[in-house]
């Protein structure tokens, strides 16, 4: 009797936990090749938000809201963004518009875009001001002494539909040889041919319930949470700024909206 109370209470709580509206969680991120005058340049990374059957405009909303008043230089969505169609949620997505950075808002597709048809989510996302990159780059800033390279990957799903599927390689292809930032649904595209640059993934959720974390990395090569350090590549993975309705429920692995302060390895020059 105890321990099915105990159970209940425990389940009660996680599901009150993954409907709770995120906190930003800040981070400082030192990156060997980011230009001095790039020093504290700040971006917000959303993820997993799974707006569908549980999250729906109003609390995306205020995810928009918060994320908007810290005024970050860069917004960027690291996918599963929806959970159904375009036509059901097309209204519901729609706060996404809203977001404001001084770089704009950037993007890549997650397992859950191809469940629920990318091709058709694609002109939306477009449509809401979010460039999604597809094994491509962007350079952001635009100063030749004050830019990084922003590159993003499309999730392997892809491939089940006809498409090519991540390729970081391609990604990177052309880029200067200045800090990287990579966007990648799954952490386990972190690939070691490639020179150092900063993963920023999702996926795992972070395993939802602190002891299922083990569980979920068994997965994810040995990746659930946090901040790794492999090789010469930084990989951050967020919990997840949602929560998808198959599995409502966090216990000890709250929710987060991502902000990462980014920090020059580079001395300043001397006047």
């Known amino acids: 009797m105890v321990i099915s109370l105990l159970a209940l209470l425990l389940a009660s709580y996680g599901h009150w936990q993954s409907l709770q509206l995120p906190q930003v969680r800040t981070i400082e991120i030192s990156l060997e090749k980011l230009p001095p005058k790039l020093d504290g340049f700040s971006l917000i990374q959303l993820t997993d938000i799974h707006i569908g059957p549980l999250f729906k405009g109003d609390w995306l909303a205020k995810v928009v809201e918060k994320t908007n008043e810290v005024q970050p230089d860069l917004v960027v969505l690291t996918g599963d963004m929806i959970d159904g169609n375009p036509k059901d949620l097309h209204h519901e997505i729609s706060p996404l518009s809203e977001l404001k950075s001084r770089y704009g808002v950037y993007g890549v597709t997650g397992n859950h875009e191809y469940y629920f048809g990318a091709n058709n989510w694609l002109p939306v996302f477009a449509d809401l001001g979010i460039t999604m990159l597809h094994n491509e780059y962007r350079m952001i800033g635009t100063a030749p002494d004050a830019q990084l390279v922003l590159a993003g990957v499309p999730d392997r799903t892809q491939k089940l539909y006809n498409g090519s599927g991540p390729d970081v390689t391609q990604a990177f292809t052309g880029a200067p040889d200045s800090a990287r930032i990579l966007l990648a649904h799954r952490p386990i595209e972190i690939n ?55 599995f409502s429920c966090r216990l000890g692995v709250p929710a987060e909206i991502t902000r990462i302060v980014l920090r020059s390895k580079v001395n300043m020059p001397e006047d």
């Open 192 to 246: 070691s041919s490639q020179d150092e640059y900063l993963q920023l993934s999702g996926h795992t959720h972070g395993g939802h319930l602190f002891f299922m974390q083990w569980l979920i990395s068994s997965f994810n090569g040995g990746l659930v949470n946090g901040l790794y350090h492999i090789d010469d590549k930084l990989l951050y993975i967020s919990p997840g700024t949602g929560l998808w309705a198959g």
